[in-house]
């Protein structure tokens, strides 16, 4: 939670929501990169965008730069993104239940089969 630097709310700038698990990595890297912003988890409502931070206009295309760069999904006020990493390893496990039950199934076939026949 950033309370230091207020004054970017009141300075031209934007909002960016980062996703909670890239809380930690992002803050460090606008510290890092000497970056002012402002984040105050307690005045959001909802965190199902993520979390929201008030950034100074002046330094959005050397954000954009970092969230390239370090690979972090972020967005501005705007429909909600999926996160399609999660949505991949989601995937790989239906498809790997799916093919276990379909082979069971197969299975069964191939055995009940033999055994009429005998």
Known sequence: MSFTNFYIRF???????????????????????NIDFF????????LDMGIRYFL?????????????????????????MPD???????MKIYLLVALIVVL????VIVFDAIRSQS
């Open 104 to 107: 069971l199934m197969i299975a």
């Open 11 to 33: 300075s031209p700038h934007y909002k960016l929501y980062v996703r909670q698990r890239d809380q930690l990595v992002f803050e460090s890297i606008l510290q890092e990169n």
């Open 56 to 80: 100074l206009e002046a330094d959005r295309s050397k954000i954009d730069a970092l969230l390239i760069k370090h690979q972090l999904i972020a967005q501005i006020e705007s429909n909600n």
């Open 84 to 90: 399609f990493t999660t949505h991949k390893k989601i």
């Open 39 to 46: 984040s105050n988890i307690k005045e959001q409502a909802f």
